[in-house]
T-cell receptor, first 114, second 116 residues
Framework: AQKVTQAQTEISVVEKEDVTLDCVYETRDTTYYLFWYKQPPSGELVFLIRRNSFDEQNEISGRYSWNFQKSTSSFNFTITASQVVDSAVYFCALSESGFQKLVFGTGTRLLVSP | DTGVSQNPRHKITKRGQNVTFRCDPISEHNRLYWYRQTLGQGPEFLTYFQNEAQLEKSRLLSDRFSAERPKGSFSTLEIQRTEQGDSAMYLC??????????????FGPGTRLLVL
């Protein structure tokens, strides 16, 4: 069965601090996809990144970076030099090959204070 | 290119009433998904369509719930005889298909339902 665990319920940081959001997943498939979405207070889920199970390269996009490690079934997300606008709930999600639904974790609420 | 739109954005209803939500996907997307999100939780899958065909339904989708996508464009989600436990955010997403590859799902702003 698919499962995504985001153990950090809420993280508070001060602006310009770096912060890492953890994501651990479970799947029996060898082909699967991992995602991160951001949900600001407005409620709309904003897509951040998609990664397939065969691509373990880390990715950097501006202040955002992602570390995918199949050995530990983790797909962690780091925000460098956090800003107040980064305050949101961040969700990690998993989709197995052949299945179309996304299975989400419970989310991590990030509060960045000035 | 407009994103996924949902109407209404908010709905307050009394227990026992029927409600219907609409989702308009991104125009070239042939897949459309419905999710439900309760407070403090991640979205949970309800159902999805490829064109007009409903291909999968979660066991969360009780008999009181029905979804349609009659012409393969917009979709409606109806809840009959609403219960207070139906109070949640209902999210719609759409994606394209590319062989067997799971394409990215793009979400709409959601419809927040409150059942009194």
């Amino acid at each position: 069965a698919q499962k995504v665990t985001q153990a950090q319920t809420e993280i508070s940081v001060v602006e310009k601090e770096d912060v890492t959001l953890d994501c651990v997943y479970e799947t029996r498939d060898t082909t699967y996809y991992l995602f991160w979405y951001k949900q600001p207070p407005s409620g709309e889920l904003v897509f951040l990144i998609r990664r397939n199970s065969f691509d373990e390269q880390n990715e950097i996009s501006g202040r955002y970076s992602w570390n995918f490690q199949k050995s530990t079934s983790s797909f962690n997300f780091t925000i460098t030099a956090s800003q107040v606008v980064d305050s949101a709930v961040y969700f990690c999600a998993l989709s197995e090959s052949g299945f179309q639904k996304l299975v989400f974790g419970t989310g991590t609420r990030l509060l960045v204070s000035p | 290119d407009t994103g996924v739109s949902q109407n209404p954005r908010h709905k307050i209803t009394k227990r026992g009433q029927n409600v219907t939500f609409r989702c308009d996907p991104i125009s070239e997307h042939n897949r459309l998904y419905w999710y439900r999100q309760t407070l403090g939780q991640g979205p949970e899958f309800l159902t999805y369509f490829q064109n007009e065909a409903q291909l999968e339904k979660s066991r969360l989708l009780s008999d009181r719930f029905s979804a349609e996508r009659p012409k393969g464009s917009f979709s409606t989600l109806e809840i009959q005889r609403t219960e207070q436990g139906d109070s949640a955010m209902y999210l719609c997403a759409s994606s394209t298909t590319s062989g067997g590859v799971q394409e990215t799902q793009y979400f709409g702003p959601g419809t927040r339902l409150l059942v009194l």
